[in-house]
């Protein structure tokens, strides 16, 4: 019998692109996503990369104890990948009450009703920004943790929560991702990254440069103590975090209790040579100005990789030019995101539902 894997959030970026990656590998998928922060047409295009649909998707919050409930006596999970949540750090920062209540309070709303359905594998996104101002990189698990954002707290909180339920619940077994900076797309060009608003994050901001819906790119600093003075970040395929949570299934039996792993390529790469890196393959000029530095941001942070290599012997394979060239291929196919596809890259069929 396939396993199936219910995937919280698994309309968004990363959920999304691990969808495929589950159903490439034969897991029936489950998903529950509020569409917060996603546009049910992902789960479409999930269905349309990987050829066979989804069993489920249910515009359901992961808060809704009752809801949930109802998702797991419907199907025999067999494993949950958690990513739903609130992710954006500035926002954190004027929305404290939403971020803690969506990502902790959904968390334990989630941990309850898997206890109640005896449920017990469970892989958590968790993030790099645990690890806060990085006094030296590269950074490995045992690092010390000193988040600087409700964001990054409610991840670290979540983890506690999890550390101390599995002390409780012999059978729990949980895996903790960490993840640097996902970016890139799925090749097809069908699935990407589709911020709500004006982007937070650097890779998208770059793509809307490129493709002439921004002007140009605001630098962050460049009197950072980094070879061009620049924040250096260790960015990673988003295919690759897909294909991170697949290989941890399989590991979660390893055994019992909570581990927490890195997921990064090892790699710094600043804001000026990503820049560069992403001109070079789209062939557009990406216009830059530099201004001052963002408040909270750190110089560097780049993964110790070689834990999960350890465990798994499982790396990253996708490179830099890999991750502009899909990212890349992604926006130019749909310049205003899920919104408005263009021609080439298919608009949702009337009539069709994501779900199964
Ligand atoms: P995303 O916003 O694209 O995806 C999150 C999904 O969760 C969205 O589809 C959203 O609609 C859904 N969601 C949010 N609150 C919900 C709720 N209460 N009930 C049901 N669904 C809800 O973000 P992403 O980049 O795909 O991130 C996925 C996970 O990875 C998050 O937990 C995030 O904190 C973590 N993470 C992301 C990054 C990154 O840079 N993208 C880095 C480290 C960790
Ligand atoms: C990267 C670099 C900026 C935008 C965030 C979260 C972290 C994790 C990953 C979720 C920095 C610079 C950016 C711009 C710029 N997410 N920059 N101009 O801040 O490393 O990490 O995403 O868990 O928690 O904090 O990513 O893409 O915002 O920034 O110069 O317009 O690009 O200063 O050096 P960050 P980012």
């Known amino acids: 019998m396939p396993e199936t894997v219910l995937v919280t959030g698994g309309a968004g970026f990363i959920g999304s692109h691990s969808c495929v990656e589950l159903l490439d590998h034969g897991y029936e998928v489950v998903v529950v996503d509020n569409h917060v922060n996603s546009s049910p047409e992902a789960l479409v295009r999930v269905a349309k990369i990987a050829g066979r649909p989804l069993i489920a998707a249910y515009a359901i919050d992961v808060r809704d ?87 990054a707290r409610t991840k670290l909180m979540c983890e506690r929560i999890l550390e101390d339920v599995c002390a409780r619940l012999q059978d729990l077994k949980v895996l903790a991702l960490r993840y640097f900076n996902p970016v890139g797309a799925h090749p097809s060009g069908l699935l990407g990254e589709d911020p709500h608003g004006i982007p937070g994050n650097l890779m998208p901001y770059i793509a809307q440069v490129a493709v002439g819906r921004r002007e140009e790119l605001s630098v962050f600093g460049d009197d950072y103590p980094t070879p061009d003075g620049t924040g250096v970040r260790d960015y990673i395929h988003v295919m690759d975090v897909a294909e991170g949570h697949r290989v941890a299934l399989e590991h979660l039996d390893d055994r019992a209790g909570m581990r927490v792993f890195n997921l990064g390529t090892g790699t710094g790469t600043s804001v000026l040579q990503l820049v560069d890196a992403f001109a070079a393959v789209s062939g557009r000029s990406v216009p830059c100005r530099t201004v001052g530095r963002r408040a909270g941001d750190v110089a560097a942070l780049v993964a110790d990789a070689s834990a999960v290599a350890a465990a798994w012997g499982w790396t990253t394979t996708r490179d830099l030019t890999t991750m502009c060239r899909d990212a890349w291929r992604f926006q130019e196919l749909n310049p205003d995101g899920y919104a408005r596809p263009s021609a080439r890259a298919g608009g949702p069929t009337p009539g069709e539902s994501p779900d199964g």
């Open 65 to 151: 104890r009752a809801a949930l409930s109802e998702v797991f006596a419907r199907h025999p999970v067999d494993a949950v990948i958690h990513f739903a949540a609130h992710k954006a750090v500035g926002e954190s920062v004027s929305l404290p009450i939403e971020y803690y209540d969506t990502n902790v309070g959904g968390t334990c709303a989630l941990l309850s009703v898997m206890h109640e359905h005896e449920v017990h594998r469970l892989v958590f996104s968790s993030s790099c920004s645990v690890y806060g101002d990085a006094r030296t990189v590269p950074l490995s698990e045992d690092s010390p943790v000193a988040p600087t954002n409700p964001y």
